[in-house]
């Protein structure tokens, strides 16, 4: 598995680099998450957008590489209305395709146990299609993702295919969509959130029981010999463990 002082210097290293993404920013709907997980010393986000419905079209479909060919006719995180859509379905020049991607997460994890836990929290807010990948040098990444998108054609070489009133069915579909969206991402928050404050308790109590051992082991050889001057016990009567235990506690007597 990845070396712990390598992850942390890929995570210093990851978070200060430029946003190179079309926005050039997180999406306002999922800094608190991002952020969360960005403040824990077991993660660090790689790439994040809360969802979005777009408008592309795809100037050449014969390209190897589709998206250096497309142009995007409309985007918004939020909810969309129908006037936008038509307005940017008017640029397109080839095929036009409308889509709802939903909420995708890609996070890098300290450990094998820290993914487990992620991931768990991730299914159960509603992202079933979320899973682990592990690299050949150990580099752990969870993608949070889910299966309720939506990819409908538009036009064909800048030819509209629909009436308005199909493009208004789809964008009641798509804001449904986008509802939902939001609140699994607020679930997946509070999961993620409640899962830190879990883990952060279960280590302190770890660490406070560790303690309360170590001064229990340390104890009886502590006070052994105090025990024998205070109680003036002779050294050949300590021969068996009932009579080293009772001496072990004399000196809290």
């Excluded at 991931?119 to 899973?131: D, E, M, Y």
């Excluded at 493009?167 to 939001?182: D, G, P, R, S, Y």
């Excluded at 309360?212 to 002779?234: F, G, L, W, Y």
Aim: aromatic letters at 6%; proline letters at 2%.
């Amino acid at each position: 598995m990845e070396d712990k002082h390598a992850f942390t210097q890929c995570k210093t290293s990851c978070l200060s680099r430029v946003d190179f993404s079309r926005k050039g920013s997180i999406d306002e709907d999922i800094y608190p998450v991002v952020s969360l997980l960005n403040n824990s010393s077991n993660y660090f986000t790689t790439s994040s957008c809360s969802g979005r419905i777009i408008v592309i079209d795809g100037l050449s479909e014969t390209s190897e590489i589709q998206k250096q060919n497309c142009s995007w006719l409309f985007v918004t995180h939020q909810k969309c209305n129908e006037e936008d859509v038509i307005s940017g379905l008017q640029k397109a020049r080839g095929t036009a395709v409308f889509k709802f991607e939903p909420f995708v997460l890609h996070v890098q994890c300290k450990d094998i146990e820290s993914a487990r836990l992620l991931l768990s929290v991730a299914v159960h807010a509603g992202f079933r299609n979320s899973g682990v990948s592990i690299g050949k040098r150990g580099k752990i990444i969870l993608a949070v993702r889910s299966t309720h998108g939506l990819e409908v054609p538009l036009s064909h070489m800048g030819e509209v295919l629909v009436n308005e009133n199909y493009i208004h069915f789809l964008v009641q579909i798509a804001n449904q969509k986008m509802t939902e969206n939001l609140h699994r991402i607020k679930r997946f928050h509070d999961g993620v959130q409640a899962a830190l404050q879990s883990n952060e308790s279960s280590c302190i109590t770890k660490v406070s029981d560790s303690n309360k051992k170590m001064v229990c082991n340390r104890a009886p050889r502590r006070t052994q010999d105090s025990a024998m001057e205070e109680k003036h016990i002779p050294s050949n009567q300590l021969s068996d463990s009932e009579d080293y235990f009772e001496a072990g506690l004399a000196m809290f007597s």
